[in-house]
């Protein structure tokens, strides 16, 4: 796995980076067997309503209780995962473990139930099979497609090919709502999206940290500037607005004063077992 450039050579001398590297191939050559092993499980953290505090829906976070380096954050392997192509297997099950999850709480909370957001990293939205992928889930779950967002990067949408843009449109006319995460980290082209089948933008929690700040240097005067229109731009373009990372009582309340829609964050919860949703909603 040394890579074939000059650094390659580097890595047999250099031991930090070579238990680095050793640890990268451990974890991508047991990825499939973990997958069948039940070793991945999900989080799920809730997306709230800011205008009542009403929780509307919940992200699944996929996390990986490996029995040698414990429990690894998707940093540690979503990565890795996309690289070698992994990545479609396993954001296979988080699909349908998401939507077999979301399908217990239609079932137990029915209009109350919240809907399920799962994420699709780049290569999956590339994946000629992903339309087929989704309608299955959804037949053998028995989860309404409307309850269903998929998130997915800038990178993914943005200037893409055809074919993606062919899948994500097939998707939302089939009731699936699409999300673009981790929103202004990424480029953008504005006059592109409003060509885009996206119904939700979520802004990145970088720019919501500075709601609360009161930087020496003003930065958070122009976070809060940008917050304010990223929400209006998403309102211009008829799309409903997520801020994530709210910390705290302070963001919240501005968030809401500011006319975002939903949040997601500490402040109103930390990702965790279903049975928190549960708790929630009862
Ligand atoms: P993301 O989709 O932007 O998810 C939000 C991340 O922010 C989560 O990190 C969550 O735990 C964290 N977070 C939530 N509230 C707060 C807060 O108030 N403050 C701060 N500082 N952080 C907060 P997590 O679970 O470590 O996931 C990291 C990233 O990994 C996700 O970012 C997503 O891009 C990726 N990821 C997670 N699960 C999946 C998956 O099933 N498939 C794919 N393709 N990517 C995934
Ligand atoms: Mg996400
Ligand atoms: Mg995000
Ligand atoms: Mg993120």
């Known amino acids: 796995w040394a890579k074939s450039d000059g650094k390659a050579k580097w890595a047999l001398f250099d031991p930090e980076r070579n238990a680095r590297e050793v640890a990268r191939f451990t974890l991508s050559a047991t990825m499939p067997a973990a997958i069948e092993r039940g070793e991945f499980y999900l989080d799920y953290q809730p997306l709230v309503r800011l205008s009542d505090g009403q929780l509307v829906g919940a992200e699944a976070l996929v996390r990986w209780r490996h029995p040698e380096f414990g429990l690894l954050a998707p940093d540690r392997f979503i990565g890795l995962a996309e690289e070698t192509g992994q990545i479609v297997p396993l954001g296979r099950w988080v699909l349908r473990e998401a939507c077999r999850q979301a399908r217990l709480w239609q079932d137990r909370f029915g209009s109350r139930a919240p809907f399920i957001s799962v994420n699709l990293a780049v290569r999956q939205s590339r994946d000629p099979g992903l339309v087929a992928d989704v309608a299955k889930v959804l037949a053998d779950t028995g989860v309404e497609a409307t309850r269903l967002q998929l998130e997915l990067t800038e990178s993914a949408v943005m200037g893409t090919a055809d074919e993606p843009l062919d899948a994500l449109r097939a998707l939302s006319a089939m009731g699936v709502r699409i999300a673009i995460d981790d929103f202004g980290t990424g480029y953008s082209n504005l006059a592109y999206l409003r060509h885009l089948p996206v119904h939700e933008l979520k802004i990145a929690g970088s720019f919501v940290e500075g709601?609360?700040?009161?930087?020496?240097?003003?930065?958070?005067?122009?976070?809060?500037?940008?917050?304010?229109?990223?929400?209006?731009?998403?309102?211009?373009?008829?799309?409903?607005?997520?801020?994530?990372?709210?910390?705290?009582?302070?963001?919240?309340?501005?968030?809401?004063?500011?006319?975002?829609?939903?949040?997601?964050?500490?402040?109103?919860?930390?990702?965790?077992?279903p049975d928190q949703i549960n708790r929630l909603l009862s």
């Open 211 to 273: 709601l609360r700040a009161s930087a020496a240097d003003g930065s958070h005067v122009v976070d809060a500037r940008i917050v304010g229109t990223l929400v209006s731009l998403a309102h211009a373009l008829g799309l409903g607005v997520t801020a994530e990372g709210v910390e705290t009582e302070a963001q919240a309340r501005r968030l809401d004063d500011i006319g975002c829609d939903s949040g997601q964050g500490w402040y109103f919860a930390r990702p965790g077992p």
